[in-house]
């Protein structure tokens, strides 16, 4: 009976057809393929470890079925983790645009109503950005043995969203707008923040808090998603502390966790067994990555020298504000009424970053 496994980026896999030299060839095409994915994600020296024992160890027509599962995983990790990059991308730039009209604002380049206009606008789409990277990491870690932190540039992303919140809320900007990011990192006591509008300004020009006469009223499930996904970002810190005791814990008995659950690798979620002292001491090294990856990334208001740079950032920013509210009127992301937000961005530049 043909056992078939694809497609697999152009290779299918099919038991007992072709005979034993294309079988071997089979499985050179998807090691190659299986190498490069470990080499783009950033997998870990014992994860590949782990995968040649139990899976490359020998060519036979059932360890190329396992690769070819193995394969596939990794192949779906890498969509998840580029799904995560994109909008952390888009993310960044937004921040970074706020921090530089903050910048321009505390020098005296622009005034009061200048900066609530262009930050109020930016502060929507920051909202929406990060409630869709913090369901973005959900998703990653599905298939994942245990929810590892999403790095970025070496930083735990969903801490990073927190010390952003953090820097925003110690500057200029909490002078002019009322949005409490200690305690509502996505602004979910202003769901609606979309609809400020001079109307709502004071007579200091101010904008005050939404009363009776505030915007209309968001919709609930959109605003239970923010709120479900502040409640994650505050708990990320202790989860990720438990995470690392419980590696600790495993790696005291001679036990790795690697980063993807599958049936191929036994043992899998629940550890398996380091006989080498050169392994131990690499897991080790790992556990003190997961350890300094605890520490809240110490986000400064950053410096913006060249003005020519910010009318670029601007710009950019522009545009991905534009595409989203074509995205709103076209039903392409999930707005205040409900539908399904999915932002059109380009494909991540940046190396990919996962797991431990």
Request: charged share 20%; hydrophobic share 35%.
């Amino acid at each position: 009976m043909a056992n078939e496994v694809g497609p697999l980026g152009g290779i299918n896999y099919i038991d007992n057809v072709g005979g034993f030299d294309d079988s071997q060839q089979q499985f050179h095409l998807v090691e190659n393929k299986f190498r490069k994915l470990c080499e783009d994600l950033h997998i870990s020296f014992l994860d590949v470890k782990v995968y040649e024992k139990y899976v490359l160890s020998q060519r036979t027509p059932e360890r190329l079925y396992k690769l070819c599962i193995v394969t596939k995983l990794l192949m779906e990790h890498k969509a998840h983790t580029m799904d995560v990059l994109r909008l952390v991308q888009h993310r960044e730039v937004v921040v970074i645009c706020i921090f530089a009209l903050i910048n321009d604002f505390a020098k005296g380049d622009i005034g009061t109503i200048e900066l609530q206009d262009h930050v109020t606008r930016l502060m929507h789409s920051l909202q929406r950005l990060s409630l869709k990277v913090v369901e973005a990491v959900d998703s990653w870690r599905e298939p994942l043995t245990r929810p590892f932190p999403f790095m970025f540039q070496r930083v735990n992303y969903l801490l990073k969203i927190i010390t952003d919140n953090h820097v925003l809320s110690s500057s200029p900007l909490s002078g002019v707008l009322p949005l409490n990011l200690y305690e509502y990192p996505l602004c979910s006591q202003l769901p609606t923040i979309g609809h400020f509008t001079k109307a709502l300004r004071g007579k200091s020009g101010v904008i005050q808090a939404p009363k009776t006469n505030g915007p209309p009223p968001a919709n609930k499930r959109w605003q239970m998603r923010l709120q479900y996904a502040e409640a994650r970002l505050k708990q990320e810190l202790s989860h990720q502390q438990s995470l690392v005791k419980e590696m600790q814990s495993l790696s005291s008995e001679g036990l790795f966790l690697p980063i993807l659950n599958t049936d191929v690798i036994p043992g899998c979620a629940t550890g398996i067994s380091l006989r080498s002292s050169t392994f131990q001491r690499r897991l080790q090294q790992a556990l003190q990555q997961a350890v300094a990856a605890l520490s809240v990334p110490a986000t400064q208001m950053p410096m913006f020298p060249d003005s020519v740079s910010h009318d670029r950032m601007y710009g950019y920013a522009n545009k991905l504000l534009e595409a989203e509210e074509e995205g709103a009127q076209e039903g392409d992301y999930e707005d205040e009424d409900g539908g399904d937000m999915d932002p059109d961005v380009d494909s991540a530049q940046s190396s990919l970053v996962g797991g431990t």
